[in-house]
């Protein structure tokens, strides 16, 4: 009975390390030297006439970091960021394939607010990954005039059902402080 209750034990212990691995990092310069290798990402100081920034960096035990900046904006500001944003980047336009399933994913959806588009992925994406090993993401906020800069990026990672799940599970948003 004893080695029974013990199994019970270390298999729960196990789940709950599987499952509860997950560390979320704030800080500000963890962010820039990420943005400042990335190249890509925006550094905090090339968004100017930002009200306030909010950077996390969260990281699974099972996939790499994922990092996003979130820059709000004053009612004054934030048309020209977004038009910014629009002019910087481009957009993809076709819906993508997962490499194994087959899914096709439309490359916008919304999430708590935001309008999530994904940026192109043969312009940003590394030559040799498929998606949806690595996706950045940009998120519109009308309502709060905030705007979501998401990188992502997991070799491992051969289906996606949904860009929600990825924005949710694997870069963190729903544990956003």
């Given at each position: 009975?004893m ?14 390390a599987?499952?509860g691995c ?12 990420f ?5 890509i990402?925006?550094?905090?100081d090339s968004?100017s006439d930002?009200r306030s920034?909010?950077?996390?960096k ?13 820059a ?12 910014a944003?629009?002019?910087k ?13 087959g ?14 588009s994904?940026?192109n992925?043969k ?7 498929e998606?949806?090993?690595?996706l950045y ?5 009308r309502?709060?005039r905030k ?9 491992s990672?051969?289906?996606?059902s949904?860009?929600e799940?990825?924005l949710?599970?694997y870069?963190?948003?729903s544990?956003?402080?």
């Amino acid at each position: 009975m004893m080695k029974k209750a013990i199994c019970i034990w270390l298999s729960l212990l196990f789940i709950v390390a599987l499952t509860g691995c997950s560390e979320i990092d704030t800080s500000a310069d963890t962010y820039e030297k990420f943005a400042a290798e990335n190249g890509i990402m925006p550094t905090i100081d090339s968004l100017s006439d930002c009200r306030s920034v909010q950077t996390m960096k969260y990281e699974r035990f099972d996939i790499l970091p994922a990092y996003t900046l979130i820059a709000e904006y004053d009612a004054e500001h934030y048309p020209s960021a977004v038009n910014a944003v629009n002019e910087k980047y481009t957009f993809q336009m076709e819906p993508m394939t997962d490499k194994v399933e087959g899914n096709k994913l439309n490359p916008t959806f919304s999430y708590d607010g935001y309008d999530f588009s994904v940026l192109n992925l043969k312009k940003y994406c590394k030559e040799d990954s498929e998606f949806p090993e690595e996706l950045y993401f940009i998120g519109i906020n009308r309502e709060e005039r905030k705007i979501a800069y998401v990188y992502f990026y997991d070799q491992s990672l051969d289906v996606a059902s949904s860009l929600e799940h990825i924005l949710t599970y694997y870069c963190g948003w729903s544990k956003i402080p």
